[in-house]
């Protein structure tokens, strides 16, 4: 049996196991303190019946007018929890909260050009690409990311999913 639960302060000594794999960005403990204080609601966990942690949603909303729209930071899930369709499930979840609390126009997220696997799952889950940003994964090789979007009932011609016909970079991003 799975919990889906905010998450919570003592979670954060308890979640290693969940960033465990190299493309899951790990941020600093104040980064995900801000998100606990400014949208606990959208900070989600999943907790196995033993009291493991399967997998984490941190997300926010953001945005003005028609740009509206729920922020995923990131959606990790642990690797012994993997292909059990526990990411769905989080992401199923920040959608619900997207559109009957933020009533938001359209979710997006960031996900690595190279990272084709997590393309894959997204496109399942009906995101579809918008717009390439140059340069926004930043380190020794810098990495262009896709900026992946999937329109909410609000938006009802699906005008926040039309794809951009150029690349951008992290400096021309809204928000």
Not at 14 to 22: A, E, H, M, Q
Not at 136 to 163: H, Q, T
């Amino acid at each position: 049996m799975t919990t889906i639960r905010q998450f919570k302060m003592d979670d954060l000594l308890k979640f290693n196991n969940i960033n465990l794999d190299y493309l899951t960005e790990t941020y600093y403990m104040s980064f995900y303190m801000s998100y606990m204080s400014q949208w606990p609601e959208a900070f989600t966990v999943a907790e196995a019946a033993n009291g493991s942690l399967m997998g984490y949603n941190l997300g926010k909303a953001e945005g003005y007018g028609k740009l509206w729209h729920g922020h995923v930071s990131a959606v990790t899930v642990a690797p012994e929890y993997r292909r059990l369709g526990m990411a769905k499930t989080l992401m199923d979840d920040f959608e619900d909260l997207c559109t009957h609390t933020y009533n938001a126009y359209f979710v997006d997220l960031f996900v690595r050009k190279s990272n084709h696997l997590a393309q894959s799952m997204y496109n399942k889950f009906g995101f579809s690409t918008y717009r390439r940003v140059i340069g926004y994964y930043s380190g020794e090789m810098p990495e262009d990311a896709l900026d992946m979007r999937k329109a909410l009932p609000r938006d009802k011609n699906k005008e926040s999913v039309i794809p951009l016909d150029h690349p951008i970079y992290p400096d021309e991003l809204e928000w």
